[in-house]
């Protein structure tokens, strides 16, 4: 049985899988204070939840795009998981091309949802990940990895409204009644979605100029169905396609 572990600025992902199966998987929320202690503990509880032990690990695949927390998930792993993480990294076998002018400046996380993509759909394709930072990923039918395009996420413009205008509250993110809001909550979160919505389609149509018109569109991440939902433009909805890609690059380097 593997695990894989996605360390992002907002969330930690976890899912288990025998073979292509997928099985128990987890997000939550991520804990820049919490010690490698913490962290192996945690683990052990998901495991117990999910009716596993650690002797039923054959192997673990990481990746993190938070430096100062890689090193105490690896040590959590290697220390109540009993195993050491294939961390990707330079190096690692991917099976893509990255094709960006600093191989090593593209996040792990991207590496792997065009991993994802490339094995289970195909190319050309865009891909989508509605994180902390919104990014779109280019991709060829051959498999290259190009680079793309990285926005602020949802969450986060959301916080930089609240934080940064006086009088604007806080407010929860959902569909608000429709797009012309009759309140302020409501007009924040029409802008917010409504907005992202529509930077996704205009997004899309120029990439697809520059990959081509069979380009696919691949989303995932925390906010990829509510906006999926307000759009025809993305093709694929896979909310775990970086522990998908994980499982792969794990499989290449065995």
Same mark, same amino acid.
Request: some cysteine; proline content about 4%; charged content about 20%.
């Given at each position: 049985?593997?695990?894989?572990?996605?360390?992002?600025?907002? &969330?930690?992902?976890? $899912?288990? !899988?025998?073979?292509?199966?997928?099985?128990?998987?987890?997000?939550?929320?991520?804990?820049?204070? =919490?010690?490698?202690?913490?962290?192996?503990?945690?683990?052990?509880?998901?495991?117990?939840?999910?009716?596993?032990?650690?002797?039923?690990?054959?192997?673990?695949?990481?990746?993190?795009?938070?430096?100062?927390?890689?090193?105490?998930?690896?040590?959590?792993?290697?220390? !109540?998981?009993?195993?050491?993480?294939?961390?990707?990294?330079?190096?690692?076998?991917?099976?893509?091309?990255?094709?960006?002018?600093? @191989?090593?400046?593209?996040?792990?996380? =991207?590496?792997?949802?065009?991993?994802?993509?490339? &094995?289970?759909?195909?190319? @050309?394709?865009?891909?989508?990940?509605?994180?902390?930072?919104?990014?779109?990923?280019?991709?060829?039918?051959?498999?290259?990895?190009?680079?793309?395009?990285?926005?602020?996420?949802?969450?986060?413009?959301?916080?930089?409204?609240?934080?940064?205008?006086?009088?604007?509250?806080?407010?929860?993110?959902?569909?608000?009644?429709?797009?012309?809001?009759?309140?302020?909550?409501?007009?924040?979160?029409?802008?917010?979605?409504?907005?992202?919505?529509?930077?996704?389609?205009?997004?899309?149509?120029?990439?697809?100029?520059?990959?081509?018109?069979?380009?696919?569109?691949?989303?995932?991440? $925390?906010?990829?169905?509510?906006?999926?939902?307000?759009?025809?433009?993305?093709?694929?909805?896979? @909310?775990?396609?970086?522990?998908?890609?994980?499982?792969?690059?794990?499989?290449?380097?065995?």
């Amino acid at each position: 049985m593997l695990l894989a572990i996605d360390v992002g600025n907002t &969330n930690l992902t976890l $899912g288990l !899988y025998e073979g292509e199966k997928f099985g128990s998987h987890w997000r939550l929320a991520t804990d820049h204070g =919490r010690m490698p202690d913490e962290y192996g503990l945690q683990f052990l509880g998901l495991l117990q939840n999910a009716e596993q032990s650690v002797t039923n690990l054959t192997g673990i695949v990481l990746a993190s795009v938070v430096p100062q927390l890689t090193a105490r998930v690896v040590l959590a792993c290697e220390k !109540y998981l009993k195993q050491k993480p294939l961390v990707v990294d330079t190096g690692v076998k991917t099976g893509i091309r990255i094709r960006y002018e600093d @191989p090593k400046a593209v996040g792990a996380d =991207r590496v792997a949802d065009a991993v994802a993509v490339f &094995n289970l759909y195909g190319g @050309p394709a865009c891909v989508i990940d509605f994180g902390t930072a919104t990014t779109f990923n280019a991709l060829t039918k051959e498999g290259d990895y190009l680079g793309g395009a990285i926005t602020a996420g949802v969450n986060l413009a959301a916080e930089a409204l609240y934080t940064r205008a006086a009088k604007l509250p806080h407010m929860d993110l959902q569909r608000p009644p429709s797009v012309i809001g009759s309140n302020t909550v409501h007009a924040m979160q029409s802008g917010l979605l409504f907005g992202s919505v529509s930077m996704v389609e205009g997004m899309v149509a120029r990439f697809r100029t520059e990959l081509g018109s069979d380009m696919k569109v691949v989303a995932t991440g $925390g906010w990829a169905e509510i906006v999926a939902k307000e759009t025809d433009v993305i093709d694929v909805l896979s @909310p775990w396609l970086t522990l998908d890609g994980l499982r792969i690059i794990w499989e290449l380097n065995q």
